[in-house]
């Protein structure tokens, strides 16, 4: 079987039961389900808030509207982020026309404190943290960076789902703002498409109920009572869009989440296999994660000078390696900021990230590792 860079893992007729309810019962919309899941979500984080959404990427947006709206930010401002993610990241300070400003990366593969602090000018309003990989990086920094100059902090959790500091959350860490995770189809809980957003502020998690759903005051399922009688009266405060999460997603959810732990952990020990087997080569760099024990390790990547041809060696034995990214500033969406930061162009060009998933065994991570050392020593 060829082993694939990331792919889910299911607990099938476990999912299938809970989405069974939803059908027989005749909920598959809000409510519910992505009820349950937020309740369990945030027993099992620690969040005081949690509104489920059907992605991260509307999450994100949400944040930066959110967070523009109620303090008064102005189009223009700007965002500091980082240049090695998905987009979604900086799509969501562009859809609210801000202007994204990109700090170089650290060792982690997030962003760097110090570049930070150097790109904070009057107009910055807040920073987007993505923890890398699951990777909580110098995360604790930067809260003290936004404390100190009275900046918001977006932590873009999607790969940190089950990630921990110290057993605590890192989202929920005092001076983090807002949470945005992923549960879309290859992240560490899988559903199919489909995120949670988690602010600190009670009202912001109110303004973000109405703005995911249109800017409808008021949910149908609380409407609903349990005769089923339908109290139909609502205002719309806001033009919202549709972003909100539904039941048949959410049941996938609830039943990933019991497991998200006992998969991270699986995930550790495939990472620590890579990381005894690889460590000590001069041609391999290995993106290491600090709190490694208790990191989710969405992505294990490494740095090699001749990607390309590793990859096709490890596509000669079956194996499919992924890059985990590409620098944005690359994008003619982003290309303004090329340049600042050369870190992260240099090592996005000989990133490669190795197949970290569920359905190996410990003898397929020895068996990836050893190609790569291989081809590396060549
Ligand atoms: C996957 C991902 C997102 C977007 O998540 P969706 O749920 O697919 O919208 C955002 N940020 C990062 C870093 C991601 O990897």
């Not at 990859?311 to 500033?329: F, M």
């Not at 900021?337 to 397929?364: F, R």
Request: with cysteine; charged share 25%.
């Amino acid at each position: 079987m060829s082993i694939q860079v990331l792919k889910p893992k299911y607990h099938v007729e476990e999912c299938l039961e809970q989405i069974r309810e939803c059908l027989e019962i005749g909920w598959t919309g809000m409510g519910f389900k992505t009820v349950e899941f937020e309740n369990e979500w945030k027993k099992y984080t620690g969040h005081e808030n949690a509104h489920f959404l059907n992605s991260a990427t509307v999450g994100l947006h949400l944040a930066v509207e959110i967070l523009k709206q109620e303090n008064g930010w102005n189009d223009g401002d700007e965002i500091i982020t980082t240049p090695v993610t998905f987009v979604s990241t900086n799509h969501a300070i562009l859809y609210e026309n801000m202007k994204a400003v990109f700090a170089d990366i650290d060792e982690y593969f997030c962003i760097d404190p110090d570049d930070v602090e150097q790109k904070i000018t009057d107009k910055t309003r807040a920073v987007i943290f993505v923890g890398y990989g699951g990777r909580v990086g110098n995360l604790e920094k930067i809260i003290d960076i936004c404390k100190k100059h009275n900046l918001k902090l977006i932590l873009d959790a999607a790969h940190m789902a089950g990630t921990r500091v110290n057993g605590i959350f890192p989202g929920t860490m005092e001076g983090v703002d807002v949470a945005v995770y992923s549960f879309q189809a290859v992240k560490n809980l899988p559903t199919a498409d489909s995120g949670m957003i988690c602010f600190k502020d009670g009202g912001y998690d109110d303004i973000c109920r109405k703005l995911s759903w249109l800017g409808i005051n008021k949910d149908t399922y609380s409407r609903t009572t349990v005769q089923g009688s339908y109290k139909w009266a609502y205002e719309v405060d806001y033009l919202g869009y549709k972003d909100h999460g539904n039941s048949i997603i959410a049941a996938i959810g609830l039943v990933q989440l019991k497991y998200l732990d006992k998969d991270n952990e699986y995930r550790r020990t495939l990472a620590k296999i890579y990381d005894d087997l690889l460590s000590g080569h001069d041609k391999i760099k290995i993106v290491g994660a600090n709190y490694a024990d208790e990191c989710s390790y969405h992505l294990y990547e490494i740095i090699v000078d001749d990607r390309e041809g590793l990859l096709a060696a490890l596509a000669e034995n079956d194996i499919y390696g992924g890059v985990h990214y590409r620098d944005n500033t690359e994008y003619s969406l982003y290309n303004y900021a090329h340049g600042t930061c050369p870190k992260a162009h240099e090592l996005t060009q000989k990133n490669i990230t190795l197949p970290l998933n569920l359905w190996m065994t410990e003898n397929d991570a020895r068996k990836v590792a050893e190609i790569v050392i291989k081809h590396t020593n060549k």
